[in-house]
């Protein structure tokens, strides 16, 4: 912004756009004015748009007979603007270049412009020596949506009766009052966090509560107590389960996703195991019936955070974080040998028959993102995630009644843990496919996956050694 007075004082330039009181305040006023409550500026220009007299009151706003300021709108392009083409449309219907008149007693009701028209900032500014000092201020206004129409507002305001009492920066509060107290849309929420630079701390803690997190870690706490929540609090899950999963797609950086996936993993993995250690080893010291409810409790705790654990894995391999899940997976010794010991006994088909297949769910879904590639996953992972899970298989082949709807699955496991046993030595190999002879049907063809297994290592070890060709 240019100051000056009439016989060339001293001048200032003052991006009003950018760090004035004004701007901020303008902006705030704007905001106001989506309610109706100030004035449809964007639609229907407030104020002049040229210098004139004839619709004014004798020492009132733009009254060029009494004004002792003269005061130059025009808009400048700002280097931060990058939709122009937008913007020139808007402006196409305000004017670009005004000037206003105005009165000094008046306007220095603004720290603002009682700064900029004081001592320091003006010279000996009269047009002559006895005419009346006359200060002349040029504002650039930067080329945004409205922004004409908002400075003419909050000059407008310095006029107004109701705000003759007030001081400037009381009306500042109060539009930030506002502001804080309504919603904003997402165009809104852009301009306030535009201005929110230009106030004052205390003025503008409040609008920073809204759309600062107070802690680094928010975004993940929230997203894992949104999992909490999805998987243990709601009658309609699946629905929830829905709506958390597309937050984790769209919200969550990768190693956010792993962190909050990891821990929910860890938690309901560490239920399942406790639940069915103290199914495996009851403490049968009290009432028969008594102990008879503890294990069905147990089971029903196995079996529905069971399902969670599933849904966690799906989410964990859809967004690739799966790779501790998978290590974990293969570190069960004791969880497996639980399983067996529970799978060899009968109790438990009349009060979770759908245990097995939700287990084997979830080892199929990481062994197969291990098989594809999805997961790259060490040779010594791989090995025990096998050696660990095929004996649970195979215990629920040899005890489970398979139903024809969940036999693809016993034979996609088969498969997959065979197309991973491809990949190991060949003397592991030759131990883990010993293994697999269960697999075996009535009809050799239909286990083609197991020939396809069996021929292949034999293949490999009918080929010469290969030692000396690499020397």
């Keep these: 912004m240019t100051a000056g007075s009439g016989g060339g004082g001293i001048k200032k330039r003052q991006r009003i756009g950018c760090n004035s009181r004004l701007s901020s305040t303008g902006a705030v006023i704007d905001s106001c004015c989506l309610e109706g409550t100030v004035t449809e500026a964007s639609h229907k220009p407030s104020g002049p748009r040229r210098t004139s007299s004839s619709a004014t009151i004798s020492g009132g706003f733009n009254d060029s007979a009494s004004a002792d300021v003269v005061l130059r709108l025009f808009l400048e392009p700002c280097p931060s603007d990058s939709d122009s083409e937008s913007i020139s449309t808007v402006d196409s219907f305000v ?45 650039g206004v930067p080329a945004s949506t409205g922004t004409i ?184 010794s004791t969880f497996t040998a639980d399983l067996q010991r529970a799978f060899r006994d009968d109790a438990w088909r009349n009060i979770v028959p759908g245990l097995p297949v939700v287990v084997l769910r979830c080892t199929c879904k990481l062994a197969n993102a291990v098989a594809s590639g999805s997961i790259l996953a060490a040779r010594p992972v791989r090995m025990k995630l096998v050696k660990e899970w095929l004996p649970v298989l195979i215990v629920c082949k040899d005890n489970v009644s398979v139903l024809h709807t969940h036999k693809s699955l016993y034979t996609e496991l088969e498969e997959i843990f065979l197309r991973i046993i491809s990949t190991f030595p060949l003397s592991d190999a030759q131990e883990l496919l010993q293994q697999c002879l269960s697999f075996a049907t009535r009809n050799v063809d239909d286990c083609p996956h197991l020939v396809t297994a069996f021929n292949t290592w034999f293949c490999r070890a009918a080929r010469p050694p290969q030692a000396d060709s690499l020397c």
């Design 95 to 139: 004017q670009d270049d005004l000037q206003i008149y105005l009165h000094s007693d008046v306007i220095r009701r603004s720290k603002y412009f009682s700064a900029l028209l004081s001592d320091r900032w003006q010279g000996d500014s009269g047009d002559g020596d006895d005419s009346p000092k006359i200060y002349r201020l040029n504002f």
């Design 149 to 332: 129409d908002t400075h003419l507002t909050v000059l407008q305001l310095l006029y107004t009766n109701d705000f003759s009492g007030l001081l400037f920066e009381d009306c500042v509060r109060s539009c930030v009052r506002f502001l804080e107290a309504v919603p904003w849309t997402e165009e809104e929420e852009k301009r306030v966090l535009s201005l929110i630079p230009l106030l004052r701390e205390e003025e503008s803690r409040e609008l920073l509560d809204r759309v600062s997190p107070a802690k680094t870690d928010s975004l993940e706490e929230m997203l894992y107590g949104l999992i909490v929540a999805a998987i243990h609090n709601h009658s309609n899950m699946a629905f929830v389960k829905a709506f958390v999963a597309k937050l984790l797609r769209e919200f969550s950086s990768g190693d956010s996703a792993r962190r909050v996936l990891d821990r929910a993993f860890e938690a309901s993995l560490k239920t399942v195991k406790r639940s069915l250690e103290e199914y495996s080893s009851p403490d049968f010291r009290g009432d028969h019936n008594e102990t008879e409810a503890i294990q069905r409790l147990n089971l029903h705790t196995a079996m529905t955070n069971g399902r969670h654990l599933l849904w966690l894995i799906e989410r964990m391999i859809e967004l690739k974080v799966a790779d501790k899940a998978v290590r974990e997976w293969s570190e069960q």
